[in-house]
């Protein structure tokens, strides 16, 4: 069964130091999100391509965090300098376009990450 | 802001049927209801989704009310890997070619018992 593939699954690091995560959607998928969950909480969008373009950044703290789906298909989320409040796991999940008949999304299992 | 309401916490005896209840009153024509859960420290995982006509596959059941503002999540015979946090999600379906975000709230924390 295709998955969505993230790494690293845990990741910890200092404050002021730079963090990377990486996501491999699944095949064909053209939109792709990223999630930040912070503990006790239900995941909040940060960003959202679609193909290699930008739809939604509205939540993206544009100061530290950087996305980019260069070819259109994996993705890197980039946070620097990291700042203790970024502690969360990082979600991402890929889907067909909602005019398809099979619209759901689907998760990775995600980047735990710890600022220390 | 997430546009559904559920209980935060729920408990069930295994093998009995858990109905997970959420309402949505302000739907749109175009919004889809969407259902899923997430396990301790993984990923959501999709269970089902519906616009008006109940839905069943081999994880759950979905009952969406006639008027539309209201939906019950039913897994027929829980057991105790379905503990897990339950999330309602109104979704928009765009006409063309793109695909709306999954907004979500807080959920509902079910606990099955043995």
């Known amino acids: 069964e295709a998955e969505v593939a993230q790494s690293p699954r845990y990741k910890i690091t200092e404050k002021s130091q730079a963090v990377a995560f990486w996501c491999d959607p699944i095949?064909?998928?053209?939109?792709l999100y990223w999630y930040r969950q912070i503990l006790g909480q239900g995941p909040e969008l940060l960003v959202q391509?679609?193909?290699?373009?930008?739809?939604?950044d509205s939540q993206l703290p544009k100061d530290r965090f950087s996305a980019e789906r260069l070819k259109g298909v994996d993705s890197t989320l980039k946070i620097q300098p990291a700042e203790l409040g970024d502690s969360a796991m990082y979600l991402c999940?890929?889907?067909?376009?909602?005019?398809?008949?099979?619209?759901?999304?689907?998760f990775g299992q995600g980047t735990r990450l710890t600022v220390v | 802001d997430a546009k559904t309401t559920q209980p935060p916490s729920m408990d069930c005896a295994e093998g009995r049927a858990a109905n997970l209840p959420c309402n949505h009153s302000t739907i749109s024509g175009n919004e889809y209801v969407y259902w899923y859960r997430q396990i301790h420290s993984q990923g959501p995982q999709y269970i089902i989704h519906?616009?008006?006509n109940n839905e069943t596959n081999e994880m759950a059941s979905l009952i969406i009310t006639e008027d539309r503002k209201s939906s019950t999540l039913i897994l027929p015979h829980a057991t105790l890997r379905d503990t897990a946090v339950y999330y309602c999600?109104?979704?928009?379906?765009?006409?063309?070619?793109?695909?709306?975000?999954?907004?979500f709230g807080k959920g509902t924390k079910l606990t099955v018992n043995p």
């Open positions: 391509f679609q193909d290699e373009s930008v739809v939604d």
């Open positions: 095949s064909g998928h053209a939109t």
């Open positions: 999940a890929s889907s067909f376009p909602t005019d398809t008949l099979n619209t759901e999304a689907f």
């Open positions: 519906g616009l008006k």
């Open positions: 999600i109104v979704r928009p379906h765009l006409t063309q070619g793109g695909s709306e975000k999954l907004v």
